[in-house]
């Protein structure tokens, strides 16, 4: 049995957020607050950006270019990258930023807060994944890690038409093995929209 090889078992992907669940999420953000804004902020630059968790981390307040949202990220293997924030998440940045004491670009963007006071110590991989974890649990909305943000991100861009090249450079994979992962399962909702929007089996029922 030694020389026997272990089947390989198909990867899935574990689901993505629904919009419901990320609005969810949402209205437990107590805008008007230091740490809901900031909160607010990270749902929605996680969802927008794609970023990994240690690469979201490590922004600094003089990398990301308010005006065009871009921003360089440093990813895996010390390699540089180009993403872009948009204007709604760049909107929630800059309400986050209303509550901070002091703003240099040298600062971290995303900072540790308690109450309504936010410091200019870095948010640690740790502290972001506590915090969604937080949150997921006041809104309903089991598991909240940055990852599936990740996931979420990479699907919806799919499903709305983004070419597999631009979502590989964007979310930084240097082969594009793990998004025909996220295709198929893009390919599996064209399986279950269909059947509920077929122009023969709708618009001509009874004929």
Known sequence: ?????????????????TPEGVRKLLAKCNRNAAMGARD??????L?????????????????????SGLTTV??????QRTVRVGSKARAAIMRMLGFRRQIRASDPLWATCH????????????????MLRRLGRKAGVTPCAAHRF?????LWCLRDGMDLHSLRMLMGHS?????????????????????AHSPVDRLLNGR
């Open 1 to 17: 049995m030694a020389k026997v090889g272990m089947p390989r078992l198909e990867k899935r992907i574990p689901p993505p957020f």
């Open 40 to 45: 607010c902020a990270i749902v929605l630059t």
């Open 47 to 67: 969802l927008d950006s794609g970023l990994r968790a240690a690469e979201f981390c490590n922004v600094r307040i003089g990398d990301l270019n308010m005006r």
């Open 74 to 79: 440093l990813g895996k293997g010390q390699k």
């Open 115 to 130: 109450g309504n006071d936010c410091e200019s110590r870095a948010l640690s991989k740790h502290g972001l994944q506590k």
């Open 150 to 154: 990740r996931r979420t991100f990479a």
């Open 175 to 195: 082969s594009p093995v793990v998004l025909q992962r996220y295709l198929a399962l893009a390919g599996e909702d064209i399986e279950r929209a269909h059947p």
